[in-house]
């Protein structure tokens, strides 16, 4: 995400923090939105954005009841296959959507690169 690294005094602050405090909110947030994504959707089946973390097809059931049948992952295609190849759902398969924002930055390098190979041949 490009974020620069936290200052000594995040540090010190992290330190702090009640790590079982923590973790214990970070569960019941994730239990409500797996809860309010069944509501919303009326069904177990919903789509999921993720950031390589492939873990997260493997305990979606146990802990959520959920199963990510949609998958818009960060334009890093080893992440999907991947989560394929492990088949977390048997035989349900796992959709790739497609960002438009990850496209556009596919195409704007790839029309960059033959602009410039473009420009070498002119010369």
Not at 30 to 57: L, N, R
Not at 88 to 94: E, K, L, Q, V
Not at 98 to 119: I, P
Request: proline share 3%; glycine share 8%; charged share 25%.
């Amino acid at each position: 995400m490009n974020l620069p690294t936290p200052s000594q005094r995040f540090n010190k602050k992290k330190s702090g923090l009640d790590t079982a405090a923590v973790e214990t909110v970070a569960t019941v947030s994730m239990q409500i939105a797996a809860k309010q994504a069944k509501d919303v959707s009326g069904h177990s089946y919903i789509p999921v954005a993720i950031d390589g973390a492939i873990e997260i097809f493997q305990r979606s059931e146990s802990l959520h009841g959920l199963r990510y049948t949609k998958f818009l992952g960060d334009g890093d295609a080893r992440v999907y296959k991947a989560v394929n190849k492990m088949q977390p759902y048997g035989y349900i398969g796992i959709e790739k959507l497609e960002c438009v924002g990850f496209v556009k930055k596919w195409v704007g390098t790839r029309l960059q690169a033959l602009k410039l190979k473009m420009k070498g041949k002119k010369n």
